[in-house]
């Protein structure tokens, strides 16, 4: 397997600007997390996924971020409107929760996103 | 709900010398705990997991790591550390019955010659 693609792996746009950010998880995985990562407040859990289903999105900063599964292949994570404070790296994982894994998570490369 | 403490924002130590970073977690139930490792620029990568059984686990590159419940820490450990060992490390929690993985704040792992 390729591993969890995300696409694009740099972004940048201006504040106001829509951003929509793509993660493919990886084939048999059930679970599809998204996490931010920057400086100040580290590694946080936005929302994430049970077989296409979002289960907690308790992480989502505000109204502006939204999240999707349409399949069990394919989530997007939007921005709309962007703003400066939104400039982080977001990365996508998933993983599998049955006899052959216990919820370990795989990680996409990443996307840094760079409002301006 | 579950959270990680990773106390060690920064440990640095030369080339061939032994570390321990350290990590203690907080749930009341029962957990599974797992340790990441991040290049600059990269995704994270895991290193090792605890899921049950023996408290000593061992995983990639030599790390190894104790659970120990009675201290619910979860500290990683390398003999003999090389310059590649440079790296952001994650200690990470997942209550047993839940799947949401909480991440500690990470310990930059600074080694030099």
């Known amino acids: 397997d390729a591993g969890v693609i995300q696409s694009p792996r740099h972004e940048v746009t201006e504040m106001g600007q829509e951003v929509t950010l793509r993660c493919k998880p990886i084939?048999?995985?059930?679970?599809l997390f998204w996490y931010r990562q920057t400086m100040m407040r580290g590694l946080e859990l936005l929302i994430y996924?049970?077989?296409?289903?979002?289960?907690?999105d308790s992480g989502m900063p505000e109204d502006r971020f939204s999240a999707k599964m349409p399949n069990a292949s394919f989530s997007t994570l939007k921005i709309q409107p962007s703003e400066p404070r939104d400039s982080a790296v977001y990365f996508c994982?998933?993983?599998?929760?049955?006899?052959?894994?216990?919820?370990?998570?795989?990680f996409g490369q990443g996307t840094r996103l760079t409002v301006v | 709900a579950q959270s990680v403490t990773q106390l060690d924002s920064q440990v640095p130590v030369f080339e061939e010398a032994p570390v321990e970073l350290r990590c203690n977690y907080s749930?009341?139930?029962?957990?599974?705990l797992f340790w990441y490792v991040q290049y600059p620029n990269q995704g994270l990568q895991l290193l090792l997991k605890?899921?049950?059984?023996?408290?000593l686990v061992k995983g990639i590159n030599g790390f190894e790591a104790e659970f120990n419940k009675s201290q619910t820490s979860f500290h990683l450990r390398k003999p003999s550390v090389h310059i590649s060992d440079t790296a952001e490390y994650f200690c990470?929690?997942?209550?047993?019955?839940?799947?949401?993985?909480?991440f500690g704040t990470g310990t930059r792992l600074l080694v030099s010659p």
């Open positions: 994982a998933s993983s599998f929760w049955g006899a052959r894994g216990k919820g370990e998570a795989f």
């Open positions: 084939s048999g995985h059930d679970y």
């Open positions: 996924f049970n077989n296409n289903v979002p289960i907690d």
């Open positions: 749930s009341s139930v029962s957990v599974y």
């Open positions: 605890y899921l049950s059984g023996s408290t």
């Open positions: 990470a929690v997942t209550e047993q019955g839940f799947q949401k993985l909480v």
